[in-house]
């Protein structure tokens, strides 16, 4: 079977060199600490996300985090807890945490490459665009329950009204 070009491209590169590559057509903020981290600065509509790509070669595997600016006071913890175990219920791809010390509500998503040598400009395009998507979707039920004084289950009736028509 013949190896197109692209594909050898790639097999070259070293899966973080594929992010770096990726993030880089967004024209997004980037840094690279070492071969195995890239952290990201993104735009989004409701706030700015910081995402991190790390590379684990015994786990053959590349894992995404998308932290929200958003702080969690210690008094909501126990209703966003909530709020995430809900939230995660409605995922195809990954799922949301929260970063205990930081008090940081996150997305996580990782991608299995054993066998490959890298990811495709597209796997990566696919994990951005998905932790983007559902970090935009899911913001609003953080806000209602953070600052909005809503219980989970309002939060996420209210965050995933769909519209529909025009006003």
Same mark, same amino acid.
């Given at each position: 079977?013949?190896?197109?070009?692209?594909?050898?491209?790639?097999?070259?590169?070293? %899966?973080?060199?594929?992010?770096?590559?990726? *993030?880089?057509?967004? =024209?997004?903020?980037?840094?690279?600490? $070492? #071969?195995?981290?890239?952290? *990201?600065?993104?735009?989004?509509?409701? $706030?700015?996300?910081?995402?991190? !790509?790390?590379?684990?070669?015994?786990?053959?595997?590349?894992?995404?985090?998308?932290?929200?600016?958003? &702080?969690?006071?210690?008094?909501? &913890?126990?209703?966003?807890?909530?709020?995430?175990?809900?939230?995660? =219920?409605?995922?195809?791809?990954?799922?949301?945490?929260?970063?205990?010390?930081?008090?940081? %509500?996150?997305? &996580?998503?990782?991608?299995?490459?054993?066998?490959? #040598?890298?990811?495709?400009?597209?796997?990566?395009? #696919?994990? *951005?665009?998905?932790?983007?998507?559902?970090?935009?979707?899911?913001?609003?039920? !953080?806000?209602?329950?953070?600052?909005?004084?809503?219980?989970?289950?309002?939060?996420?009736?209210?965050?995933?009204?769909?519209?529909?028509?025009?006003?």
């Amino acid at each position: 079977m013949a190896t197109t070009q692209r594909e050898i491209e790639f097999a070259e590169h070293h %899966p973080m060199d594929v992010v770096e590559q990726t *993030v880089n057509l967004y =024209e997004w903020q980037t840094e690279r600490s $070492c #071969d195995t981290e890239i952290a *990201v600065q993104a735009p989004g509509k409701w $706030c700015d996300y910081s995402l991190y !790509f790390t590379w684990s070669e015994n786990a053959e595997a590349m894992q995404l985090t998308c932290a929200f600016d958003m &702080r969690i006071p210690a008094a909501k &913890r126990v209703a966003v807890q909530e709020l995430l175990m809900m939230a995660n =219920e409605n995922l195809w791809l990954g799922h949301f945490t929260l970063w205990a010390d930081e008090g940081l %509500p996150m997305f &996580r998503h990782a991608l299995p490459l054993r066998g490959a #040598d890298a990811p495709t400009l597209e796997q990566v395009q #696919d994990m *951005v665009e998905t932790a983007l998507y559902e970090c935009e979707r899911f913001y609003p039920a !953080f806000q209602y329950v953070i600052w909005g004084g809503q219980s989970a289950e309002q939060a996420m009736a209210s965050a995933l009204l769909e519209t529909v028509g025009e006003a």
